[in-house]
């Protein structure tokens, strides 16, 4: 097939994607035509695709680098291909336009067109998050999920030195401001031509809806806001997240903590995460209900998870968001110095929070407040309620929101380093890790049946074993006895 051939059915799907119209097409097929390089277009038919938007856009990034219009250095590629899938992405106020359309049909109609739009262009990673190891592990608290996270590309060494001879740019001002839309990238910033932002309105405050283009789980979105402020868990960020499950009542939607250690990774832009997947935090049942004062018409409970976890129901949603806003208060004043909570340091410096996550459960609002603290010692210097020394050959990056709800993300060292451990389970040759011998050791003698046709499960299950176990080390109420009568001690200032 000839790159011209290429060329025409690349602008087919452009025109389909609804950005453009017929007689756009000769002036598309010219605009690829000079980006990758070529002066001439042969006569091509116009036809139905069958072939993938990626499969032609890897096409025609070849045919440019052929040509010698980009270099082969990922970033160069990335941006040249974010250009290219820009054709395939209808302007911001189309997309728009087209959401609202859908929503007006049904929410989740809406936000199928639009997920499909971001696959479609390439700004979700489809390919890139296809290399991601994912497997379930059933647990006394549920099948919780394991991911070693593979799909964001090493940069390679053309890269590091391009980017040390870089320009210092403060634009946009975060990988979530607004400004991304339509940002061409840099050699240390990622590209955005093709990427959009639904507008939405939230407690009469203007935010962004869009997806994550390294998706952890189905479709992994962020709600941002339009402001470019640090994140803050309060009334209104209840209420926010009660209005979005309102708005689109198929998906979850949560918010990291406020706090370092405790937090994700963004504290400078106030953001949340929500999408369409069902974690084992929101199967987990509630273990003992309890009332809460001043707050009749809402149901109250603590949740069987290893973190210290309670979930609030109720019909109202501005009621809801009060209660929240309640337990958060009481919180962020309780010490307990027999567990090691403490609300403030000498200083003054405050230590509590929580990582809220709402959803909708038939005609209930559904809240989850997961109670943290990211106080340390000379004990555990990363954080009390931090993954321990112990763990940290496994995990020992901040516990955000997606690992909170029972989704570990593992770092991308640990695909080639768990291969060694596989060897060494099976006295093969090998080259472990030293910080992994003593788990790999506990592993064998555990398991005297380790052989070849098992080691890979045993492994996996090894590894939920230590998820879990970093999320206990994360709940600040440990699942003992003492600790469940310190949680009782607080419930009954609730």
């Known amino acids: 097939m000839t790159i011209s051939q290429t060329i025409s059915d690349f602008v087919t799907l452009a025109i389909k994607a609804g950005g453009w119209m017929e007689m756009d097409r000769i002036y598309l097929q010219n605009r690829v035509l000079a980006m990758i390089g070529e002066a001439v277009f042969e006569p091509s038919e116009i036809r139905s695709v069958a072939r993938s938007s990626i499969e032609l856009m890897d096409e025609l990034v070849a045919c440019a680098l052929s040509n010698q219009q980009i270099g082969d250095s990922h970033a160069e590629r990335e941006i040249f291909e974010a250009q290219l899938m820009d054709f395939l992405t209808p302007p911001p106020s189309v997309v728009n336009a087209f959401f609202a359309q859908h929503y007006a049909n049904d929410p989740k109609e809406a936000t199928d067109y639009f997920f499909e739009v971001c696959r479609q262009n390439d700004y979700i990673k489809t390919r890139a998050i296809a290399k991601n190891i994912v497997f379930p592990v059933d647990t006394e608290y549920g099948e919780i999920e394991i991911t070693i996270n593979l799909s964001k590309p090493e940069k390679d060494p053309k890269q590091i030195a391009q980017e040390g001879t870089a320009a210092s740019v403060d634009y946009p001002k975060c990988m979530l401001c607004l400004e991304n839309e339509g940002y061409q990238g840099r050699v ?28 952890y789980y189905n479709e992994h979105s962020i709600f941002l806001s339009l402001d470019h402020r640090p994140m803050k868990i309060n009334l209104q960020t209840f209420a926010r997240l009660l209005q979005i499950i309102e708005v689109m009542p198929h998906y979850f939607v949560g918010s990291n903590a406020d706090l370092p250690i405790v937090g994700g990774s963004i504290l400078s832009h106030d953001h949340y995460q929500g999408g369409r997947h069902t974690f084992a935090m929101a199967k987990a049942p509630i273990e003992q ?99 321990h020394q112990e763990v940290q050959h496994i995990k020992k990056e901040n516990i955000g929101l997606i690992e909170v709800m029972g989704l570990a993300v593992l770092p991308p060292r640990l695909a080639p380093e768990l291969e060694e451990v ?3 389970l099976l006295d093969q040759p090998n080259q472990i890790a030293a910080y992994h011998i003593p788990w790999a050791d506990a592993i064998k003698a555990q398991h005297p049946e380790c052989n070849a046709e098992n080691v890979s499960q045993i492994l996996r299950n090894a590894l939920g074993e230590v998820f879990t176990q970093v999320l206990t080390h994360a709940g600040v109420f440990k699942r003992d006895q003492t600790g469940q009568t310190a949680f009782a001690r607080f419930i009954a200032t609730l």
């Not at 990622?190 to 283009?213: C, K, V």
């Not at 004062?293 to 210290?308: C, L, N, Q, R």
């Not at 010490?335 to 959803?359: K, L, Q, W, Y």
Request: include cysteine; charge should be neutral.
């Open 188 to 215: 240390n910033y990622p590209a955005r031509t093709n990427h959009r932002i639904i507008r939405m309105n939230l407690d009469n405050e203007a935010w962004g809806f869009q997806y994550s283009p390294y998706a």
């Open 289 to 387: 209900h309890f009332s809460l004062t001043g707050f009749p018409d809402v149901a109250a409970g603590i949740v069987k998870w290893p973190m210290s976890v309670i979930r609030l129901q109720a019909k109202n949603k501005q009621k809801l968001a009060a209660a929240c806003q309640y337990v958060l208060a009481q919180w962020q004043q309780y010490s307990d110095p027999s567990v090691s909570i403490h609300a403030f340091s000498e200083d003054g410096t405050a230590h509590h929070t929580v990582t809220p996550i709402a959803r909708k459960q038939g005609e209930l609002f559904e809240m989850d407040l997961v109670l943290r603290d990211n106080n340390v010692s000379k004990e555990h210097p990363d954080g009390i309620f931090h993954p």
């Open 422 to 424: 596989t060897a060494y």
